[in-house]
């Protein structure tokens, strides 16, 4: 019996292992003979059959750590509604240099706890202090751990130093499972506030180029949770994209924001349905692949055909 499903959503940070900075698989030869964990708007619309009954129990015995913004409320949302997973999260507590948040006793029992990082400079190291650092050392403690991120001023970009970073905890930390997700993107018109959300805005064009980067580098390597292309491509595979300086990107397609909505968050149920069935796809093939078909033949991402 699978989890009922008429919605779907999220982003992320997953890994095998590694030696030397080169990312590779404990076992090499099952590695050959599987197909990279890739999860994009095909996996959402044609794959969500593999989150079985049998492998929610699997999740639901898993400690997974999940730092975000806004777009893991959405994911969590559909997460705790749809399934006996337990999600936890900070409420109105924000993690930042100041205050951590987290106490070091919060995984004595599986669950997935979503931490949201205020917008300040660095936020996607605060993971790496909750795993090498005492008094949390997660990574002597966690099944599995991700992040999404998202540009909010930030003038480095951010791949130059969370790449190597997030390299280095594969590195160190074979026993757990990373992914990577692709940015946020934002649909165009007239929003909420009553400013007008331009399609070639920045988490579009800076975050189009993000995602790019983060595709290419980790394709094959690291397990992709590819957000943008989830929430910009509609049910029948048409894909809602525009054209800057010669190149194609992607915005968020209209029905996933609520009617004079904010354009930023995947907030309809068919938004959140998206985000959530493509997280749950994401830790089935992490944590449950032996019990899903050996050959789903994810399409790659566009940007690699």
């Not at 900075?21 to 590695?31: R, V």
């Not at 205020?118 to 090498?132: C, E, G, S, T, Y």
């Not at 009553?194 to 064009?205: C, L, P, T, Y």
């Not at 590819?226 to 595979?237: A, K, L, N």
Request: aromatic residues 10%; charged residues 30%.
């Amino acid at each position: 019996m699978r989890v009922p499903g008429k919605l779907g959503l999220l982003a992320v940070v997953f890994v095998v292992c590694s030696l030397a900075g080169e990312i590779y698989c404990k076992d090499a030869e099952a590695a050959k003979n599987s197909e990279p964990i890739y999860v994009g708007a095909y996996s959402v619309d044609h794959e969500y059959n593999i989150v079985t009954d049998e492998c929610l129990k699997i999740l639901s015995t898993k400690k997974i750590l999940y730092g975000s913004r806004s777009w893991g409320l959405v994911i969590g949302s559909y997460v705790s509604r749809q399934t006996k997973i337990k999600w936890e999260g900070t409420g109105s507590k924000r993690v930042n240099s100041k205050d951590m948040v987290l106490p070091a006793d919060v995984f004595k029992e599986p669950k997935i706890l979503n931490f949201i990082f205020d917008a300040v400079p660095k936020r996607w190291l605060f993971i790496d202090d909750f795993l090498r650092k005492e008094p949390w050392n997660f990574g002597k403690k966690i099944d599995g751990a991700l992040q999404t991120l998202y540009y909010t001023g930030d003038k480095e970009d951010m791949a130059d130093s969370y790449f190597p970073a997030l390299d280095a905890l594969v590195k160190d930390f074979p026993n757990v499972k990373f992914a990577v997700a692709t940015h946020d993107i934002n649909a165009d018109g007239m929003a909420l506030n009553g400013k007008v959300q331009k399609e070639d805005s920045d988490w579009n064009i800076r975050g189009g180029d993000y995602s790019e980067r983060v595709i290419k580098t980790y394709y094959g390597k690291l397990p992709i949770f590819d957000m943008r292309d989830i929430v910009s491509t509609r049910p029948d595979g048409t894909v809602c994209s525009f054209q800057h300086n010669g190149k194609t990107y992607r915005k968020m397609c209209r029905e996933y924001n609520v009617e004079k909505g904010d354009l930023i968050h995947p907030n309809t149920p068919e938004g959140q349905a998206r985000m959530g069935k493509g997280f749950l796809i994401l830790l089935t093939k992490m944590f449950c692949g032996d019990k899903i078909p050996k050959n789903l033949n994810t399409p790659k991402p566009e940007i690699l055909k």
